[in-house]
């Protein structure tokens, strides 16, 4: 539990902070915890919404859902809260989410250290003071000798530049910016855009109580699904006496889920035996069909027996033809983007009140005050809703206008995009911490295990300088250059590169640069080299007083 003894709060006279911390959900909740617990620092966090959450707490549209397992989706650095903590599902819906994060904020009385509705829209490296200056939105002023960025790589909407927008009589909403207070499609005619993962949960919610529901789909997507269902008390029961069990399963996986990848080969089954175990994973639902084989995300032709089966099963759903075959000309391997899962969301095209556009073959020309225009058809609508999806990991960071030494902005830094080492901190940007930044493993993994590695590794190394007298913290260029090299090398060795249009390349964003961004080497491995760089002094840092 926290040292209530140590003095800070948000009326806090001097301003200045021994860590501020930009964001509170999931990341910034835990490093609190760690720096503020843990090593007795004076830290503020600073959050744009009213309330924790982070993703989950913008993220608030119809059918919004997490992709990992609850009892995996869930802090495991205190074996209370582990205990303390049920839930109800086997994927859990946001609500239950924010349930979550509120217990976990009030339990370790979090909320004090929060500054809620704070957006932070400057970032400044003072090197004299060797001190960071961060203002604010409402025009605030604080300094810290350490900033830590925990935005999320998923907090940038991306609203698509399409012309004639502001002309739309209806309303439209983004699927990152929901209105709290949710919206009624009761009787209302819908454009559905982008069938990401958040469309693919959107779709089968909306089409229940839409008049009617367009989708228009740039690219088809693989989809499993979620057979999601409300635990039973028995795996409620052994989720409560297993822990370290499963622990040890998440922080040994390259994906950080609780459950462990085949060391079969797709190739060395038979067509029989490779069909039954797909049909038996299909039917369990969700993450764990990608783990039916070693191979399936390094090798093509066992990619292939994959990617056929789930195009098949579309085909075998959607009763109209047409519709099917647009559903699943899927241009990617399989599980080459974060492959959604789903309830209902193919069988929902089997509705009389759903159509699907293909705005691949029919590009969106423009929005006018009706509704959408393609290049061949109009459609009136009442609602659009963006499900386009996020300026992936860069977009949070760079909205910030963060400069580090002689006033070289992050913006001009990665204008090829970005540069890390190990994904924590940036060349030129002493005593700046990003975490499950670019060059991390983050969206490759079930989020929780990576933050709580950040979180810990970042609270180590300032717990480090400060029982040694150093003050300055900051990455060698040559170390970041090899890292952006092992990155790049992690990722071809995988055939995740081969989706042109996934955001873990950018390619969702129009002008930004075409880099692979996370790490793929995987979880375990990536904390194997965090851990050997502490052990062999901070390798790749200069560490200073």
């Known amino acids: 539990m926290p040292d209530h003894n140590i003095a800070t709060s948000n009326t806090n006279a001097t301003g200045h902070f021994d860590a501020l911390v930009i964001g509170a959900g999931f990341a910034g909740m835990y490093q609190l915890i760690c720096l503020r617990d843990r090593l007795g620092l004076n830290v503020r966090v600073l959050e744009a919404g009213d309330g924790v959450g982070g993703t989950w707490y913008w993220n608030r549209y119809p059918g919004a859902r997490c992709d990992s397992e609850s009892h995996s989706y869930s802090y495991y650095f205190s074996d209370d809260l582990l205990k303390e903590w049920t839930w109800s599902e086997r994927y859990p819906e946001q609500p239950e989410i924010m349930r979550y994060l509120n217990f976990v904020a009030d339990k370790f009385d979090l909320k004090r250290d929060i500054q809620f509705n704070t957006r932070v829209v400057g970032a400044r490296y003072d090197a004299e003071g060797n001190l960071w200056r961060v203002t604010t939105e409402a025009g605030e002023s604080l300094t810290a000798t350490f900033l830590i960025t925990a935005v999320g790589c998923l907090s940038a909407a991306n609203i698509p530049n399409i012309p004639g927008l502001d002309s739309f009589a209806g309303q439209w909403y983004h699927t990152g910016q929901w209105p709290h207070e949710g919206v009624d499609f009761t009787g209302k005619r819908v454009g559905l855009v982008g069938t990401g993962s958040t469309g693919i949960q959107a779709t089968p919610v909306i089409a229940e109580t839409a008049k009617h529901l367009t989708v228009f789909q740039r690219t088809a997507n693989y989809s499993m699904p979620a057979r999601n269902a409300p635990l039973t008390e028995e795996f409620k029961q052994y989720v409560k006496t297993h822990f370290p069990e499963i622990r040890d399963v ?277 904390r194997k080299i965090c851990a050997e760089v502490v052990a062999q002094d901070y390798k790749g840092f200069v560490l200073s007083a």
């Open 250 to 526: 998440m922080h040994s996986t390259p994906n950080g889920h609780p459950f462990r990848i085949s060391e079969r080969l797709a190739l060395d089954s038979t067509p029989e035996e490779r069909k039954a175990l797909y049909e038996a994973a299909w039917e369990k639902g969700g993450l764990q069909f990608r783990a039916t084989y070693q191979d399936l995300v390094t090798n093509k032709a066992a990619n292939d027996t994959a990617a056929e089966f789930i195009r098949d099963k579309i085909r075998q759903i959607v009763k109209d033809p047409a519709t099917a075959a647009k559903l699943s000309d899927i241009d990617h391997p399989f599980a080459a983007k974060r492959p959604p899962i789903d309830t209902g969301y193919f069988e929902t095209y089997n509705r009389d009140n759903v159509s699907l556009v293909d705005v691949r073959a029919d590009p969106i020309a423009r929005i006018t005050p009706n509704g959408i225009e393609t290049g061949n058809e109009s459609f009136d609508l009442d609602i659009i809703v963006f499900a386009t999806g996020f300026d992936a990991m860069t977009g949070p960071l760079l909205k910030m206008d963060i400069q580090g030494e002689n006033g070289l902005n992050l913006r001009d830094a990665w204008h090829a995009g970005p540069v890390t080492y190990l994904g924590l901190q940036v060349v030129g940007f002493p005593n700046l911490f990003t975490m499950t930044g670019p060059g991390s493993p983050s969206v490759l993994c079930n989020m929780p295990v990576a933050i709580e590695q950040h979180a810990e590794w970042i609270a180590g190394c300032i717990d480090h300088m400060r029982k040694n007298g150093l003050r300055r913290i900051a990455p060698l260029a040559d170390a970041a250059d090899r890292w952006v090299l092992e990155v790049n090398e992690a990722a071809n060795a995988t055939l995740l590169p081969q989706a042109k249009h996934s955001w873990y390349l950018g390619a969702n964003v129009p002008g930004k640069p075409r880099v692979f961004m996370p790490y793929a080497g995987g979880m375990a491995r990536y």
